[in-house]
């Protein structure tokens, strides 16, 4: 299984993006959780929020509620992130990953700067 971020870019303060999380060589399954995490140059990386595959239960970091929003969707079978209202500091490289059966699988991220 490969996990394939997409959708990053250049954007102006304010502006939306929306992040794409696809699982290459296979599908998301049922218990599968999908968790969105960035990491701003010179700092940790850090958790957005998860979703459960199959309920599609959503969980945020509290520093993250608000402005970024997880979803799923069964047809496109992809995990996505939604950001709105982007700020410089969230220029990140942001990374989706799947975890499975008590694997992690990390897909190798997706870069967005935000500037004007």
């Known amino acids: 299984l490969q996990v394939v971020e997409s959708g990053g870019g250049f954007v102006q303060p304010g502006g939306s993006l929306r992040l794409s999380c696809a699982a290459s060589?296979?599908?998301?399954?049922?218990?599968?959780?999908v968790a969105w995490y960035r990491q701003a140059p010179g700092k940790e990386r850090e958790v957005i929020g998860t979703?459960?595959?199959?309920?599609?239960?959503?969980h945020y970091a509290d520093s993250m509620r608000g402005r970024f929003t997880i979803y799923r969707n069964y047809h496109e079978n992809r995990a996505w992130l939604h950001m709105n209202g982007l700020k410089p500091e969230d220029t990140a490289i942001y990374y989706c990953?799947?975890?499975?059966?008590?694997?992690?699988?990390w897909g190798q991220g997706t870069q967005v700067t935000v500037s004007s």
């Open positions: 060589g296979g599908t998301f399954v049922g218990d599968d959780m």
């Open positions: 979703i459960t595959w199959d309920a599609g239960s959503r």
């Open positions: 990953n799947i975890q499975r059966d008590s694997v992690v699988y």
